[in-house]
């Protein structure tokens, strides 16, 4: 048994503690003020340090494009054609990519990492911790979502090479017509589950069946939309075929912002910190962070590592409140919303009693420029200390 204490605990989950104690394991047993610590417990005094749930970044690509490697490394796009929801992440995964060291030193214990944008359907996202040798051992959630990408990048993907789609009509059809053969494939799958003496089994199709978490809801689809009209395509999909959907990066969030609040749709907010590099970021700021998160709308910060690499997510954060977003939400957005938004907050995003043991330990408020962590621990063991 582990103990953190003389601590300012912040959790999370509406609960804030200016001298608390949080008593761990591989789990988090329990966090309060002025707790009895166990006989025998390995403690850590904080001295005022503060500690908040481990970092979690929503949307990023870390493990998939290596660092200071190229082309050899680059395991984001199988972009030889257009859907590809039978791919999966933990299978490009590379651990050693010194960057999780980096997102381990910053306090991001946990990543949802997966496929590029430039097929319209990339494949299955996972969440996992950035912490250990092999992916099978690091997963919170496989798959966790489904990547999809509407807007620029898949036009430009296959309009290079002269295949389709090579236009937003394009793109919306051929997801449309790979979701109808998955929506067909499960309701045949189910009748025969249902009664196998009267149905057939439906052929093993990769791609369908790689399609059955999300069009049995049991997984979002993380859309990637820029343009306001591919946001609004985004909430069109969903509501079509009746499927969760996040909408990752939303750069013109504020003009249908009505619209996202309206349908209760979660947003994953970045890169930020990036160059205007084409047309769908020509409204790329921070004034969408402070309006989205005022409104009835999940927001969570996000890195699109290595877009802007891992190490820089509390900095995302920072900089949102700069620019006049609330410091609860900001944090908020790169622990519990984030967490949310992906469907793992069972498992992280706030030091909740039950919940995986992943804090990050700060000499100071985390959202202060001149804090640094000190501390990253991954169920309940150190992996960081400086």
């Not at 690091?138 to 489904?146: D, E, G, Q, S, T």
Request: net charge negative; hydrophobic share 40%.
């Amino acid at each position: 048994m582990k103990v953190i204490t003389n601590a300012h605990i912040i959790t999370m989950d509406g609960n804030e503690f200016k001298n608390g104690t949080v008593i761990y394991d591989n789990k988090i047993i329990s966090v309060s003020e002025n707790t009895e610590i166990p006989d025998g417990a390995d403690v850590f005094d904080a001295k005022g340090a503060y500690v908040i749930p481990g970092l979690v970044d929503a949307h990023c690509h870390l493990g998939l494009v290596g660092d200071s490697v190229g082309a050899e490394s680059d395991d984001g796009n199988e972009d030889t054609e257009p859907i590809m929801p039978h791919l999966r992440a933990i299978d490009a995964i590379n651990p050693f990519d010194r960057s999780f060291e980096e997102a381990r030193r910053a306090g991001v214990t946990c990543v949802v990492t997966g496929p590029g944008s430039a097929n319209p359907i990339g494949g299955q996202f996972a969440a996992i911790k950035t912490a250990g040798i092999c992916v099978d051992s690091m997963i919170v959630k496989a798959p966790a979502a489904m990547k999809f990408a509407l807007g620029e990048n898949p036009k430009t993907a296959y309009s290079d090479k002269n295949q389709s789609p090579v236009t937003r009509m394009g793109t919306m059809a051929v997801i449309r017509e790979m979701l109808f053969k998955a929506k067909d494939y499960s309701d045949s799958l189910k009748k025969w589950e249902d009664d196998p003496e009267n149905n057939d089994k439906p052929e093993f199709d990769i791609k369908s069946d790689a399609l059955l978490p999300v069009m049995r809801r049991e997984i979002p689809v993380k859309i990637h939309a820029h343009r306001a009209d591919d946001i609004c395509s985004a909430i069109r999909l969903g509501d079509e075929f009746n499927i969760i959907i996040t909408v990752e990066h939303c750069t013109e969030g504020e003009k249908v912002a009505d619209i996202l609040e309206s349908k209760n749709i979660p947003v994953m907010l970045g890169p930020t910190l990036s160059d205007r590099s084409k047309p769908e970021l020509a409204s790329l700021g921070y004034s969408r962070d402070k309006m989205l998160s005022e409104r009835k709308i999940s927001v969570a910060i996000i890195t699109d590592h290595p877009e802007i690499t891992e190490d820089n997510l509390l900095l995302c954060a920072q900089l949102a409140v700069k620019h006049g977003m609330s410091c609860e939400l900001a944090l908020y957005g790169i622990t519990s919303a984030a967490a949310k938004n992906c469907g793992i907050f069972d498992r992280v995003g706030s030091i909740t009693p039950g919940k995986d043991a992943d804090f990050a330990v700060f000499d100071g408020n985390p959202l202060d420029f001149k804090s640094s962590c000190i501390m990253t621990i991954i169920d309940g063991v150190c992996v960081y200390k400086k």
